[in-house]
């Protein structure tokens, strides 16, 4: 059954990013023993972003200009990126834009991933509205030893703890993982 996933990392404090919308503060830790995102991955059959989220990747790893380095990243898997703008698609990329709200599309993105999931990679206000449409299923926090004093929130909503369910927390390396399930409205899964 295809579940809905944001699965990401974040400062002990709740950033994503810092207020340059870095992640030069994540490459610092350590990941020996960390996470295994490749793992990860292979469970997903759909990649969904905000297009900050999708400009950084772009831009961090030169992929207009070095296209072939998307493979390895998303491999051939549709990559959904939801913006109100015209961005760029590094050729042979399976990119798809999105100009409107997570209920609109929700089907197609559900069908693109087939029995697989379907990985919301960020940002946080992007998470946030596949959880406003009830259509959140599972919160993967990989928890760095690190703070921001500003930047891209985790999650900017209230959620309060009848919306989420701890199913497991474990050590990996430098980081401690966390895993929800979401709850519907009323603590019902």
Known sequence: MTRIVYYTATTI?????????????????????????????????VF??????????????????????WQPFYGAKPTYVFT????????GADVRFVRGAVPE????????AGELNVWVVGGGDLAGQFLDAGAL???????APATLTSGAPLLPRNVGTDRLKLRSAVQ?????VLNYEVLALGGES
């Open 84 to 91: 109100s703008r015209e961005l760029p698609v590094p050729e």
């Open 137 to 143: 299923d599972e919160l993967v926090l990989t928890l």
């Open 105 to 112: 599309v929700l089907e197609e993105i559900r069908a693109a």
């Open 172 to 176: 990996q390396g430098a980081f401690a």
């Open 13 to 45: 404090n709740g950033y994503l990013a810092d207020s340059a919308n870095s992640l030069k503060w994540l490459f610092a830790v350590d990941t020996e023993g960390g996470p295994d995102i490749g793992a990860f991955m292979d469970t997903a059959g």
């Open 48 to 69: 969904v972003e905000g297009s900050t989220t999708y400009e950084w990747v772009l831009q961090a790893e030169n992929l207009l200009a070095e296209p072939h380095k």
